[in-house]
């Protein structure tokens, strides 16, 4: 048997494996709240999907507005804050969230916004990080409330996991009937941890720990960065398996 034949075969066959494999998508692939949109086109993704899609954004147990943006507040509330991640300015578009329960431990079932996306074809997603900027708010209440959020994540839309850390914010001893807002911070989650797959649902849970309506959360540039994989087509998996053909010959030769 020809060496040199052989190691060429096999170079060429994993170097069009790889140049195949290498060909994924990276970067930002899901955006929600950009600051200008408003209302319903702000709960739309606003990246464009290749190789994926991406769903809009929906909320589950949130009172006072939930499925829409607000420059200010519920009536009572501040004005919203400009967006460090989006560019906005003070007054821009933001989600206000006022969670149902009371509860500074946030849960997969309970007060939190969702989305998922998928690849098509056989891609896979293999999500790396997720980002948004966040401010807490009391307009009325007693005490110190506390803000929470916790990231959960799942691969069939049922069954979900904690992510990362529970953020937190914290407003002690708010004036009655003043508006008191904590910073404005940009969350960043590591999600390297989690494998590549077919879909992930996220879902961002939100808690606190007072009973008063007259407080809440907004949320702006909500962004999911991830690499979006193809599957291998036919020709490459024939080129792989000719590859390991090639390999297993030169051995036994």
């Known amino acids: 048997m020809n060496l040199r034949s052989t190691s060429l075969g096999i170079f060429t066959a994993v170097a069009l494996v790889v140049a195949f494999t290498s060909a994924a998508h990276a970067g930002l692939i899901a955006y929600y709240v950009n600051g200008s949109s408003a209302d319903a086109a702000a709960m739309a993704n606003l990246t464009s999907p290749s190789g994926y899609t991406a769903s809009s954004l929906s909320s589950t147990g949130l009172r006072a507005a939930v499925d829409y943006t607000s420059n200010n507040g519920t009536g009572f509330g501040p004005t919203t804050p400009a967006g460090p991640t989006a560019g906005s300015s003070a007054g821009s578009e933001w989600l206000v969230a006022t969670c149902d329960t009371v509860s500074s431990s946030p849960v997969s079932t309970d007060d939190y916004y ?8 056989g891609n896979t997603i293999d999500p790396t990080s997720l980002t948004f900027d966040w401010q807490g708010w009391v307009h009325s209440a007693t005490g110190t409330v506390t803000f929470t959020y916790q990231l959960f994540a799942s691969t069939d839309g049922s069954t979900f996991s904690a992510v990362g850390s529970a953020g937190s914010k914290t407003i002690t001893n708010p004036l009655a009937g003043v508006d008191t807002v904590t910073a404005v911070t940009t969350e960043n989650i590591d999600l390297t941890s989690l494998a590549a ?32 994989t193809p599957a291998p087509e036919p020709a490459s998996l024939m080129l792989m398996g000719l590859g390991g053909l090639m390999i297993a010959k030169r051995r036994r030769a």
């Open 114 to 121: 969702q989305f998922t996306v998928a690849g098509t074809g």
């Open 197 to 228: 797959a077919g879909s992930y649902t996220f879902r961002i849970a939100l808690g606190d720990n007072s009973s008063s309506n007259k407080k809440g959360n907004f949320f702006q540039a909500i962004q999911l960065n991830a690499e979006v």
